[in-house]
């Protein structure tokens, strides 16, 4: 994975909020993104693809309208349910 190889470039776009999880290291982020193929947790699996999503976004990669209300709408769910099962 892009993010997990380059480290250095991960560490620059960090801190990320995902729901209520705060990404603050390179490390966490490989936490987050060593979601395995049995994990069928979906809570974790949307972690890591929002994590991706986000370190895309704020490395400028373009977004639309509809990825931005759907990162909205994916934070929030999360930090109501407190989601997330990974522990870093």
Not at 2 to 19: Q, S, V, Y
Not at 22 to 43: F, G, I, Q, T
Not at 57 to 86: T, W
Request: glycine fraction near 4%; charged fraction near 25%; include cysteine.
């Amino acid at each position: 994975m892009h993010w997990r190889g380059n480290i250095e470039k991960t560490d620059k776009l960090l801190p990320l909020i995902i729901g209520n999880l705060s990404v603050d290291s390179a490390e966490e982020v490989n936490s987050v993104l060593r979601v395995s193929l049995d994990n069928h947790n979906v809570y974790d699996n949307t972690a890591a693809q929002m994590l991706i999503a986000k370190l895309n976004i704020k490395n400028e990669v373009d977004s639309c309208g509809k990825v931005n209300d759907a990162l909205r709408y994916g934070d929030e769910v999360p930090r109501f349910r407190n989601c997330f099962s990974r522990n870093i």
